[in-house]
């Protein structure tokens, strides 16, 4: 913790994300199971965190336990927030990184209730970026369910589907996610998370993004499984 500035308040299952703007890079706390705060700090040239503030960046209108990411569409960067329900956020990043209004309008909103989902954004050769969504709880079940939407040329969320696009071969929520590109191609990881019975799972699998940016499979086999459960 040395030389690293600490969250003024305990964050709950709260999403960090990271954007460098300008050539200054800035941490973005965001929300919680019980909270609503977004925090702004700098990351300074040795890799030390700021201060976190509130100061000028907008805040989320209820709490909620999904994921968070930034994206930069046309050299704008935006804030979007997977919230409680079906909800789903976009805010503006300015050029000072300040986060704007927190607002679900022009977003397309989760086909179902997926609380606990994680989310993975990736920019095609084309240009156009693709948003993958997958898992989650219902109120009373862990999903199955993957989704892909398109970002617009305004960094809007467009259109939620499950066609074409391979399902979790298990129902899970909480999972950890990455996108990685390796030699041209995009792949997913899904690792770990909760499974039926709030049981913990150690699983990791793999898809593939094909030319289409669609997910083919979600396959654990040659993928080395995580030691313990998560």
Do not use: C, H
Request: hydrophobic residues 30%.
């Amino acid at each position: 913790t040395t030389s690293q500035a600490q969250l003024p308040a305990i964050s709950e299952q709260g999403y960090a994300s990271t954007l460098t703007l300008g050539g200054t890079t800035y941490l973005y706390t965001v929300g919680g199971a019980t909270s609503t705060t977004v925090y702004k700090a700098t990351i300074d040239a040795s890799g030390n965190i700021g201060t976190f503030s509130t100061t000028s960046q907008g805040q989320l209108p209820s709490n909620y336990v999904g994921k968070s990411m930034i994206s930069t569409t046309a050299g704008t960067s935006y804030l979007y927030v997977m919230g409680y329900g079906i909800a789903f956020y976009r805010a503006t990043i300015d050029a000072s990184g300040n986060v704007g209004t927190i607002s679900t309008s022009g977003q397309t909103q989760l086909p179902e209730y997926m609380y606990a989902a994680q989310s993975a954004v990736m920019t095609s050769v084309g240009g156009t970026q693709y948003m993958y969504t997958f898992g989650g709880w219902n109120g009373s079940t862990y999903l199955s369910s993957a989704y892909k939407s398109t970002l617009d040329s305004t960094g809007n969320v467009v259109g939620f589907t499950t066609v074409s696009q391979g399902q979790l071969p298990y129902v899970r929520g909480y999972t950890g996610s990455t996108v990685m590109s390796i030699n041209g191609t995009n792949y997913i990881y899904s690792m770990g998370g909760l499974t039926a019975g709030s049981s913990y799972i150690s699983t990791v699998y793999k898809t593939t993004i094909d030319s289409s940016q669609n997910m083919g499979s979600f396959v654990s086999t040659s993928q080395a499984q995580l030691p313990l459960l998560t």
